[in-house]
C-alpha cells in the first residue's frame, strides 16, 4: 500500500509572500497529479509530472518531481488570494487522497 | 461542456431513509468513481468502475451500493442512511484509453452532492 503524506496540512501566509507544499510517498508514483480544490467545489487538475527531475511551471506555480519519482513540491510565488484552497496529490493505488494541504492567503 | 454532473446538490436524510445520488459524465470516460469528504480527511474512496458492468470497493465501502450499467452513469445508494454518512460526496471520471499512468490517474470531478443525516 502506498502511504502518502502531504506537508504542511495548513498554510496560511499574506499575499505576495511565497510558499511550498509537499507531497512524500512510500512508494514510487507511475506519475503524479496536483488538485487544487475551492471551496464548496470539487478539485480540478493542476498538473500531471511523470518523468524524474521533471519541473513544470504554470504562471506563479512551479511544480517539481523528486528524481527518485516519490516525492512532490509545488511552490507559489507571490501568491493571490484566488491560491486559497485545498492542494492534493493522490496516490497510484486506487486513486486515493490524503488531507491535502489547506493554503490560506490572506489579503 | 457539461462534464461530470451530480445530483442533488444538497440533502437532508433522517436516520434509516434510502437514497440515490446520481453522477453522469458526457466524456465517454471509463473510470468512474465515488469518495466522500470529510473535515481533516481528505478524499476517501468508496467504490468505483473501470467499465460498465464493473464495480469495485474502495477504502469505506459499507453502507454503500454502486452499480454501472451504461458508460455514463454511476449511480451511488445509500442502503439505510446513518449519522455518519453525513459527508461532501464526489463523483469523478477519468479516460483509461492512453497511456495508463497518465490517463487512469486524471480525474474530472462533479460539484460534489452535500449529505447531512439526522
Known amino acids: 500500500t502506498q502511504l502518502l503524506e502531504q506537508s504542511p496540512q495548513f498554510l496560511s501566509i499574506q499575499e505576495g509572500e511565497n510558499l511550498t507544499v509537499y507531497c512524500n510517498s512510500s512508494?514510487?508514483?507511475?506519475?503524479l497529479q496536483w488538485y487544487r480544490q475551492e471551496p464548496g467545489e470539487g478539485p480540478v487538475l493542476l498538473v500531471t509530472?511523470?518523468?524524474?527531475?521533471e519541473v513544470k511551471k504554470l504562471k506563479r506555480l512551479t511544480f517539481q518531481f523528486g528524481d527518485a519519482r516519490k516525492d512532490s513540491s509545488l511552490h507559489i510565488t507571490a501568491a493571490q488570494t484566488g491560491d486559497t484552497g485545498l492542494y492534493l496529490c493522490p496516490n497510484d493505488y486506487k486513486l486515493s487522497f490524503g488531507a491535502g494541504t489547506t493554503v490560506t492567503v490572506r489579503a | 461542456n457539461a462534464g461530470v454532473t451530480q445530483t442533488p446538490k444538497f440533502q437532508v436524510l433522517k436516520t434509516g431513509q434510502s437514497m440515490t445520488l446520481q453522477c453522469a459524465q458526457d466524456m465517454n470516460h471509463e473510470y468512474m468513481s465515488w469518495y466522500r469528504q470529510d473535515p481533516g480527511m481528505g478524499l476517501r474512496l468508496i467504490h468505483y468502475?473501470?467499465?460498465?458492468?464493473?464495480?469495485d470497493q474502495g477504502e469505506v465501502p459499507n453502507g454503500y451500493n454502486v452499480s454501472r450499467s451504461t458508460t455514463e452513469d454511476f449511480p451511488l445508494r445509500l442502503l439505510s442512511a446513518a449519522p455518519s454518512q453525513t459527508s461532501v460526496y464526489f463523483c469523478?471520471?477519468?479516460?483509461?484509453?492512453?497511456?495508463?499512468?497518465?490517463?487512469?490517474?486524471?480525474?474530472?470531478f462533479g460539484a460534489g452532492t452535500r449529505l447531512s443525516v439526522l
Open positions: 512508494s514510487v508514483f507511475s506519475s
Open positions: 469523478a471520471s477519468s479516460p483509461l484509453t492512453g497511456p495508463p499512468q497518465l490517463t487512469k490517474n486524471i480525474q474530472y
Open positions: 509530472v511523470v518523468t524524474g527531475g
Open positions: 468502475s473501470v467499465g460498465a458492468g464493473i464495480t
